[in-house]
């Protein structure tokens, strides 16, 4: 007779550190699967007690005592329903990254993570101690195999639970957010399952975690790799599936789903990544500097579907240099975006620095240097006005600044430091000027928000009388190119001249990419979108005297 098996694939939003939060969702969720879905077995993401990644906290006593305890209740409380679920696991050898089976009240297995990952975003050597070997466990009668997340990129594991008489894999994971992640895992999974010809059921979590993103996409894949079903992206979600094993083959429910595109995703992963750190740090809102550029203006559109519009101020903050079709375009935004907004001048604070630091900088401080002649001081002083201004009205109104500095400029530190760097998130932190622009017209696809002048405007700080970023920096395309050869391939400065780029102009961006480390080092936290990215990816000296 053949075996069924609904299996719920829970793809949940889970915040790190809120355990107790955390053991209700899961409870919640297990009991609606059961009920309302009618499934035979619940699968949670990894570390789902905890939430991911929860970091040094794992290294606090009371904290894996309460994740233990937690565990324990979830156990007693729920039934009739098999329960896999991610946690840490305390052991004589060192803590675990684990996940057990649960049934009744009883463990009926218990799997320990075995590839732990060191590299990018990942430190979990630092927590936790390899797995050794598989985990098979009967659910109605049916052999199936345990693993967590990156041993799904390694063979052994998958041969090991074979050898066991897995004829299933059941998998939590926890897996960032990368623009092509998805490729990259539906490749992986298809080549894991035909391996050893057996079907995955792949769980992920979905969320924002300080710079890291969860999007979800979790999916059963068949025993040749072909998706049979999928739970979406940036959403919590419940999917059952069902799955009928007779003595040679399994069959699996197959319906179909159309993969969004990327820029599509990258949009979706901002905005979850603004609302998640936003709620879960209890902020009342966002405040964005508006000056009638693109970037800011993006950053608006994603801070207002991400918080509602309702929740989101808008501040123009217009000096000596700003264009009138800067305001103009700045105040046509938040009227089609439907946010309130305030304009401050930033003249009477300026001319105030001004007039209180002439004396000093008319000083000469060695005979070769005069410095009362307008520079860069004169252009940063206005950046660091309009920084204080919105901090200000950060603390008045209980709402975070979102800073508006893209990927190409944070490289190369064309950005001023406690000015427009100043703010408590950078949203397009990891978004190259070229995706701000793709970004951008995908937004107005959707409705057109942005006004056109804005996206076809040369970009300009207007720090200056006609000023144009093209003064300081070479074209984004060919910036941006630099930057991905350089910092995601990791290639070297030949390497990047070989690609037809000239080597004055590769030579010095990577020197501004060295020589602003320190910028980058004292700039808020930002949604990670690809790897190596600026921040938990990259983690270069301050100091140092390699210049390759």
Not at 122 to 132: A, H, I, P, V
Not at 321 to 330: G, K, L, Q, V, W
Not at 485 to 509: F, H, M, P, T, W
Request: one cysteine or more; proline letters at 5%; aromatic letters at 8%.
């Amino acid at each position: 007779m053949p075996t069924h098996l609904r299996i719920a694939l829970a793809q949940l939003n889970l915040f790190v550190g809120d355990i107790q939060g955390n053991l209700t969702k899961l409870i919640n969720t297990a009991n609606k699967a059961k009920e309302t879905l009618s499934a035979d077995v619940i699968v949670f993401p990894e570390l789902s007690i905890t939430g991911y990644p929860p970091e040094d906290l794992l290294f606090r006593k009371e904290f894996i005592t309460e994740a233990e305890n937690a565990l324990l209740e979830f156990n007693s409380t729920v039934n009739g329903i098999y329960c896999l679920v991610g946690h840490p696991k305390a052991t004589p050898n060192g803590l675990l990254n684990a996940c057990s089976l649960l049934y009744n009240g009883k463990i009926i297995g218990c799997y320990a993570k075995q590839h732990l990952p060191n590299y990018g975003v990942f430190d979990e050597c630092r927590y936790f101690t390899s797995g050794r070997g598989p985990c098979v466990v009967p659910i109605k009668g049916i052999p199936v195999g345990l693993m967590i997340c990156e041993d799904l990129w390694y063979n052994a594991p998958i041969e090991q639970a074979a050898e066991a008489g897995a004829r299933l894999i059941m998998s939590p994971n926890a897996s960032p957010f990368e623009i092509d992640k998805h490729e990259q895992r539906q490749l992986t999974l298809a080549q894991r399952a035909a391996l050893d010809h057996l079907p995955i059921v792949y769980v992920n979590c979905v969320g924002g975690q300080d710079e890291l993103l969860f999007d979800g996409g979790s999916m059963v894949v068949d025993s040749e790799g072909k998706i049979c079903q999928h739970a979406g992206f940036f959403k919590e979600t419940v999917l059952p599936v069902d799955f009928t094993f007779s003595e040679k083959d399994v069959k699996i429910q197959t319906r179909a789903f159309e993969v969004p595109g990327r820029d599509e995703r990258a949009y979706q992963a901002l905005v979850l990544a603004v609302h998640d750190y936003v709620k879960h740090n209890h902020f009342k809102g966002a405040i964005v500097g508006v000056s009638g550029g693109i970037d800011s203006a993006l950053t608006l559109a994603i801070a207002v579907d991400a918080l509602g519009k309702e929740n989101v101020t808008a501040v123009l903050m217009p000096s000596r240099y700003t264009a009138d079709i800067s305001n103009e375009d700045a105040i046509l935004l938040a009227k089609n975006l439907g946010v309130n907004y305030e304009t401050i001048s930033i003249e009477p604070v300026f001319n105030c620095f001004l007039g209180n630091l002439k004396p000093v900088f008319s000083k000469k401080f060695s005979a070769s240097v005069s410095n009362d002649e307008v520079d860069t001081t004169e252009e940063n002083l206005q950046s660091r006005c309009r920084g204080v201004i919105l901090m200000a009205l950060s603390n008045k109104t209980g709402r975070i600044v979102l800073t508006t500095g893209n990927r190409s400029e944070m490289a190369v530190g064309y950005a001023t430091l406690y000015g427009d760097m100043a703010g408590g998130f950078a949203v397009l932190k990891d978004v190259p000027k070229t995706l701000v622009y793709k970004l951008t017209h995908y937004r107005n696809q959707l409705n057109p928000v942005v006004p056109q002048r804005i996206i076809e405007r040369p970009p300009t700080a207007e720090l200056a009388p006609d000023q144009r970023d093209e003064d300081s920096l070479p074209p984004y395309p060919i910036l941006d190119k630099i930057l991905y050869l350089y910092l995601n391939e990791q290639k070297s400065i030949d390497e990047i001249i070989a690609e037809g780029i000239s080597r004055d102009v590769v030579l010095n961006v990577i020197r501004l990419i060295h020589k602003n480390e320190y910028k980058r080092r004292q700039a808020p936290i930002g949604a990670r979108i690809d790897h190596n990215a600026f921040g938990r990816d990259r983690r270069y000296p301050v100091s140092s005297g390699f210049k390759g």
